[in-house]
């Protein structure tokens, strides 16, 4: 059974960084197309960033040119450096496998972005 764990978040002004990582607990390495999805208050969790086996990578066009997703497959781990952050990106954040599936959801990481 493969967990994913969290890690990262915190509180950042707008204009600043965080860097987000998601480790496995099984050995997953190249398994898997990975993929980070983030939830804000009230709204439903979606998309944010993917990372095909290939090495591949694609976006959600609000977070283009700021967020970076990578993965080290020899530590089963996915991250996402996100830069210039901007208060709508708050949200809780989520990695998994693209498709997502439902039994690998762990508990997120909070990334808050205010003044």
């Known amino acids: 059974q493969v967990q994913f764990v969290e890690s990262g978040g915190g509180l950042v002004q707008p204009g600043g960084s965080l860097k987000l990582s998601c480790a496995a607990s099984g050995v997953i390495g190249n398994l898997y197309n990975m993929a980070w999805y983030r939830q804000a208050p009230g709204k439903s969790r979606d998309f944010v960033a993917i990372?095909?086996?290939?090495?591949?990578?694609n976006y959600l066009d609000s977070v283009k040119g700021r967020f970076t997703i990578s993965r080290d497959n020899a530590k089963s781990t996915i991250y996402l450096q996100m830069n210039n952050l901007k208060p709508e990106d708050t949200a809780v954040y989520y990695c998994?496998?693209?498709?997502?599936?439902?039994?690998?959801w762990g508990q997120g990481t909070q990334v808050s972005v205010s003044s």
């Open positions: 990372i095909y086996r290939g090495g591949t990578t």
């Open positions: 998994n496998a693209y498709p997502a599936n439902a039994d690998y």
